[in-house]
């Protein structure tokens, strides 16, 4: 046996020699193996020291020996989780894109149903009975604002009943039918609305002109208004309810006064119908003619005996009074 292609390439070693080291070395392995595994027969609990050197020296060989087993397990699972990590995010970029859609409905949903809520939240003092509609159509030009909203007379819309969204005034209902009303917006050139100014009680007209902002005409009194005042409906006329929000004053670029419009916050495209005529719709005729102008109303006539009483009394008392003196006058 010889050693080439290395330093020790001149070196020859027996084959016979070769071989009987490696017996001798399987031989002493075998033995030690043996020798640590025997029990002592001296008792149970004993050790015999020549198992626990052997354990004692193949402890920490076995640990270096099986260091490799070890970390060929954990790059076994690093390997196995890489690839279930892939193919689990497959999986969820799949349901992501399937559920985009539910969440793009559900964020709609969410906001339509705010808006039924604030425009179900809507109050009026006193009560004013109301339907809910939702705009269908919008037309707009230089000169006209309207909308069509999916509510007419089958609902108890006519044509006048103030509109309102969740911010303020929007218009009043200019015509409708069984089931579509048209609503003139407040900047529409024919669309003119007595306002008050909340800090001072002010009467106005506001009056569209087809922009977004509508004037303020027929103010009344010497600094009735100011900028950031709060407007509001008067209710003078009886076509609208008192104190409805409208907007906000403000001098426009031309000098003139202007408002804000509180329903331009946001979109109109819910609103609320204000079944609203005149305000004698809003008071109880019984209460009315409550006490003491119920008793006034509602008193008996006199019947037949009562009436011929009562004209005999009258004949006496004019019999009975003395005749004027001659030349008196009469």
């Not at 050790?47 to 076994?76: C, E, I, K, N, Q």
């Not at 104190?243 to 329903?263: H, M, N, Q």
């Amino acid at each position: 046996m010889a050693f080439r292609d290395g330093p020790f390439e001149t070196l020859k070693v027996p084959l016979v020699w070769t071989a009987a080291v490696v017996v001798v070395v399987a031989l002493v392995a075998s033995i030690l193996l043996i020798v640590s595994d025997r029990k002592d027969v001296r008792g149970e609990d004993s050790y015999s020291p020549v198992r626990a050197g052997f354990d004692a020296t193949v402890g920490p060989v076995s640990g270096v020996l099986a260091a490799p087993v070890r970390w060929t397990g954990s790059l076994t699972d690093g390997v196995r989780g890489y690839f279930f990590a892939v193919s689990e995010n497959r999986r969820l970029k799949r349901r992501v894109a399937e559920l985009e859609p539910w969440r793009d409905q559900a964020i709609a949903l969410k906001n339509v149903n705010a808006r039924y809520e604030a425009m179900l939240g809507l109050r009026t003092e006193p009560p004013v009975a109301m339907v809910t509609a939702r705009s269908v159509s919008d037309a707009r030009g230089p000169f006209a604002n309207a909308r069509l909203i999916d509510a007419g007379s089958s609902k108890g819309v006519r044509i006048g009943n103030p509109v309102i969204n969740e911010q303020g005034l929007v218009g009043r209902i200019s015509g409708t039918t069984g089931g579509i009303s048209r609503v003139l917006l407040l900047t529409d050139v024919a669309s003119r609305t007595p306002v008050l100014i909340d800090r001072t009680d002010a009467r106005a007209i506001l009056t569209g002109d087809g922009s977004g902002n509508p004037r303020l005409e027929y103010i009344k009194g010497v600094g009735a208004l100011q900028a950031g005042d709060r407007v509001l409906s008067s209710g003078d006329g009886g076509g609208l309810p008192r104190g409805v929000p409208v907007g906000v004053a403000a001098r426009g670029i031309d000098g003139t006064w202007r408002v804000k419009l509180f329903s331009d916050r946001g979109a109109i495209d819910y609103v609320r119908v204000m079944l609203f005529q005149d305000f004698g719709q809003l008071v109880d005729p019984e209460t009315l003619n409550a006490p003491p102008l119920a008793g006034l109303a509602t008193a008996p006539a006199p019947d037949a005996g009562q009436a011929a009483a009562i004209g005999d009394s009258a004949a006496r008392r004019a019999t009975a009074a003395p005749a004027p003196p001659a030349g008196a006058p009469r």
